[in-house]
């Protein structure tokens, strides 16, 4: 028999409750719309009634033969949605009644269950989108990330942005190595050199930048592979300079969940435009 767990059951959660985003609703509706995605994907649970829209507080399945684990994984994922403010009370009669028994969606919450990215929440699923989107993976990124992930599941939001940032520091490194091969001009290429052998985060960001948008004017350069470029390149260096300039010093800032969030979401598509331009420079030695 399967054994579920917190980060097993989201997915379903989160699916489950695209069919009562727009309204409150209790737990046991809560409940009907997760076994309804378990019994879609071909979890044998026992459905006594069909949904009935008219009457979502009516219970579709039978709860006495499921796992221990399944139901208590039902009720963390239940308490999970307040917790990281996806959903909260309900409140008909604001402010003289506050309904514990019913929840409803926040704007976050409504953006989690209808987002189609990647999302930190889901571990698994993050991982292997992040594989697809990216087949040739390297190992120690992908091992920054599984960590990284591992953190922000169990709200260990500062460890989380270390490990964002230096899989985004390593993935930054990997492009520059192929930038320089990139580089013909011999002051420019010295200059370069120093900064990536130093580690001189400032210097070598400035010179990526610099050797993009030279790339970036050369004629017959392909646009799908320089288009958003910059873009994805800051984002990276942005998640490089949270974790070394607040996660690392905690004096210096609190790291919220979101900020870390938007790392993560952020991270699978700079990640994946980082990889076709270390693939172009990489087929276009001294071209600067």
């Known amino acids: 028999m399967a054994e579920y767990t917190l980060s097993s059951i989201l997915p379903f959660v989160r699916s489950g409750l695209r069919r009562v985003k727009d309204r409150s609703f209790t737990l046991t509706e809560f409940a009907n719309a997760t076994w309804t995605e378990l019994e879609k994907s071909g979890v044998r649970v026992q459905r006594l009634r069909p949904y009935a829209q008219n009457n979502p507080d009516n219970p579709e399945f039978a709860h006495n033969s499921d796992p221990d684990s399944l139901r208590q994984s039902a009720v963390q994922s239940w308490l999970y949605l307040q917790r990281r403010g996806f ?17 409803e969606l926040t704007a976050r919450g409504r953006e989690w269950v209808e987002g189609k990215e990647p999302i930190p929440e889901l571990p698994a699923e993050y991982i292997a989108a992040l594989q697809r989107m990216v087949p040739n993976l390297d190992e120690v990124v992908r091992e920054y990330v599984v960590e990284g992930l591992g953190s922000f599941e ?60 030279q790339a970036n004017n050369l004629p017959g350069r392909p646009f799908e592979v320089f288009d958003g470029g910059q873009d994805h390149l800051v984002s990276l260096i942005k998640a490089v300079q949270v974790q070394r300039n607040n996660a690392v010093h ?39």
């Open 154 to 213: 169990h709200d260990r939001f500062r460890a989380a942005a270390v490990m964002v940032g230096a899989a985004s520091e390593k993935a930054l490194y990997m492009l520059a190595e192929k930038m320089l091969d990139a580089i013909s001009t011999p002051k420019w290429k010295v200059k370069f050199t120093t900064a990536l052998r130093r580690r001189d985060l400032t210097e070598l960001f400035f010179q990526m930048r610099n050797v993009l948008e």
């Open 87 to 103: 959903a909260i009370p309900s409140s008909r009669i604001f402010p003289t009644q506050l309904d514990n028994s019913r929840l």
């Open 250 to 288: 905690p004096m210096n800032e609190k790291i919220s969940d979101d900020t870390v969030r938007l790392s993560y979401l952020a991270f699978p598509y700079a990640l994946q435009k980082i990889e076709q331009l270390r693939d172009w420079f990489s087929n276009n030695p001294n071209v600067l």
